[in-house]
């Protein structure tokens, strides 16, 4: 089994700053099983980011995605106040199997 | 508009069974694989059943797996989980949600599309 780990679990961050946050795989995956969430208080998740840098319809390109093996990355090149919220990495194994990294909280400074 | 909607949840006692449904309007949903994904209070996700299209294929976790059954009826656009012996550790929101492959060559997965979600507790 694949374990995500997401660091750090905290980010305390000003709107207009760079916000980079890390997701760690146990075992390479391939990266185009490799997506990224968003998930605000009271709201279902949104995808951001799929096949680890690819964004999905209707993303602002602040957002970006990357890495490979087993180290991927998302940064907000400069925060918005809508942007603080909890992200959360995902890896499939194969279709139709998920799993959830523990999740990285944004919040402001 | 592509729209997935929850329904089924509440308060049941432990060991009691619940039923929880999931509309899709919006798309073809005979065409996609669908997964159940729930997330207990102040907690992260947990993805828990998935079914593929045509429910060739089913998959639990193993939080759920011999408690649960996943179902579709493609004739009614219509996702469902049926819990039984439920433990105060499935109390959670559950959401639907449907999965992608990024377009013809199908070589992603992801899921793109989410519904609100149904709210279970799990108390006496």
């Known amino acids: 089994e694949i374990v995500l780990t997401q660091s750090p679990g905290t980010l305390s961050l000003s709107p207009g700053e760079r916000a980079t946050l890390s997701c760690r795989t146990s075992?390479?995956?391939?990266?185009?099983?490799l997506a990224w969430y968003q998930q605000k208080p009271g709201q279902a998740p949104r995808l951001l980011i799929y096949?680890?840098?690819r964004r999905a319809t209707g993303i602002p390109d602040r957002f970006s995605g990357s890495g490979s093996g087993t180290d991927f990355t998302l940064t907000i090149s400069r925060l918005e106040p809508e942007d603080f919220a909890v992200y959360y990495c995902?890896?499939?194994?194969?279709?139709?199997?998920?799993?959830f990294g523990p999740g990285t909280k944004v919040d402001i400074k | 508009e592509v729209q997935l909607v929850e329904s089924g949840g509440g308060l049941v006692k432990p060991g009691g069974s619940l039923r929880l449904s999931c509309a899709a309007s919006?798309?073809?949903?005979?065409?996609?694989?669908m997964h159940w994904v729930r997330q207990a209070p102040g907690k992260g996700l947990e993805w828990v059943s998935s079914?593929?299209?045509?429910?060739?294929?089913?998959y639990y976790a193993d939080s759920v797996k011999g408690r649960s059954t996943i179902s579709r009826d493609d004739a009614k656009n219509s996702l469902y989980l049926q819990m039984n012996s439920l433990r105060a550790e499935d109390t959670a929101v559950y959401y639907c949600?449907?999965?992608?492959?990024?377009?013809?060559?199908?070589?992603?997965?992801?899921?793109?599309?989410w519904g609100k979600g149904t709210t279970v507790i799990v108390s006496s």
């Open positions: 075992q390479t995956v391939s990266s185009s099983y």
């Open positions: 096949g680890a840098s």
């Open positions: 079914i593929t299209y045509r429910s060739t294929y089913i």
């Open positions: 949600a449907r999965e992608d492959c990024g377009g013809n060559s199908c070589s992603y997965y992801y899921m793109d599309v």
């Open positions: 919006g798309f073809t949903f005979s065409n996609y694989n």
């Open positions: 995902q890896q499939s194994p194969g279709s139709p199997i998920f799993t």
